[in-house]
């Protein structure tokens, strides 16, 4: 326990993220004073950084479109995808409130692209895409909420450990913050006793107590080197990650000091489209996604052989190309390419993607053997044309031509730590348990720092409209 409080509140809110806004928003309209920490210089965590995707069963697109869906069609693929390691309870609850939460950006404000997309794993077309591809703008919206509500974000504010009493509840949180400017004004308040204490790199330690409840939504660990590759040694700094520099396991291992039971720690998501030529999720990633998945083929250039489905969900595509031990070339013709028209011509322009003119002269360039090519391209669109059985799986595919309009393009494709589904085990009020499977008293959680939903691996388009349904639970829970 801490000796003194520097300040207190009700609800305390730790990460800024889709996840924590929507607990914030949720408590503090519950009537709940709110504070939230952030610890980057930036508000917004992975979300702001996202292409602003929302998968969700019933959602308004798919109603204007009549497209057939269901909470339980996507329940199944959830749980195909997971492997079955997902826990039943928290995926059902996902699943009937994702397109709620798809409605309640809505309201705040966020606009969506007039388009409905299907991607691997998904049995139907259920994603939709806010209308600048960009989940900063989910973000944007939650904090003309706040402002309105009166609720601030201190950025530069990192959580060193939770407080708890004598019986293990949580009362509170050690704070360490980098600046004076961005923190709360902590010089009065009801429960002070001292000021701040500042050490000699100038941050300052605050302990801030929560008088209702604390809300972990602190992200998932894929830029935390150290941690990641403890739960799986292959993804060592030779893999690079989609993720912000935030994106580290401080929140996850202060839960860990209380006893928090984790799940799934070593089942870490790699994104098969990462562009090997570009740091992060970038215009190559997105080309990868919309153009050369649906519409090319994925080839290993040791041999010139397709090597996967290329529509499988993103951990059976992530595995066979580690499998081959080197970059792999995505392959797509002048159709396909069109999918993604403004992505194709930024890769151009960087040269993450480059054009031939035959696949003899890609071939030649991937220093691949041409014939080989020729034969995979052609037994490719074999299959296409004639609705053979596609050996990998992929075809039929309504998005799926015969590779032949030249120019063609490649890029070189490398998996990318993109998201971590193992984390701290939440029952369906976003409590956190314990490993005596007790809730943790007030200590909620929500986004990637928790696990369980997805179990081995999650769906495209999964992690925004997860973070706002178990956001709003926990902040509506916290706020009681």
Known sequence: ????????????????????????????????????????????????????????????????????????????????????????????????????????????????????????????????????????????????????????????????DLITDDSGTVIGVRIRSRSRDSGPDLSSGPDQDSGPAADANQTMVQHIRARRAVVLATGGFGSDVAFRSCQNPRLDTTILTTNHKGATAEGLVAALHIHAMPVHLSWIQLGPWGCADEAGYGKGSRFASYSIFPTGILVNPATGNRIVNEWADRRQRSDAMLATGHVCAGIVDA?????????????????????????????????????????TVSEYNHLVRTGKKDPFGKLPHKNAGPIDSPPFYAMGLWPKVHYTPGGLQIN?????????????????AAGEVTGGIHGAGRLGGCALPECIVFGRIAGQQAAI
């Open 428 to 444: 369906e009020n976003a409590q956190v348990i314990d490993l005596n499977h007790r809730p943790i008293g007030h200590l909620f």
């Open 1 to 160: 326990m801490a000796e003194f409080w520097h300040i207190s509140t009700d609800v305390i809110v730790i990460g800024s993220g889709a996840a924590g806004l929507s607990a914030a928003i949720e408590a503090r309209q519950a009537g709940a004073a709110v504070m939230v920490f952030e610890k980057m210089p930036v508000i917004g965590g992975n979300t702001r950084i996202s292409d602003g995707g929302l998968s969700a069963p019933g959602n308004f697109m798919q109603k204007r479109l009549g497209i057939t869906d269901s909470p339980r069609m996507f329940y199944d693929d959830i749980m195909r995808a997971g492997l079955g390691l997902n826990h039943p309870e928290l995926v059902k609850i996902f699943t009937q409130n994702a397109s709620d939460a798809i409605d309640w950006t809505r309201q705040l404000g966020v606009q969506y692209q007039d388009r409905v997309d299907k991607f691997g794993g998904h049995c139907a077309a259920r994603c939709v895409t806010i209308q600048n591809n960009a989940g900063r703008d989910i973000i944007k919206a939650q904090i003309r909420r706040l402002d309105q509500m009166q609720v601030s974000v201190h950025t530069r504010h990192a959580l060193e």
């Open 335 to 375: 159709k396909g390419a069109q999918k993604d028209p403004d992505s194709l011509a930024h890769c151009l322009k960087t040269q993450k993607t480059r054009q031939f003119d035959s696949l003899t002269r890609l071939a030649e360039a991937w220093q691949m053997p041409s014939d080989a090519l020729e034969k």
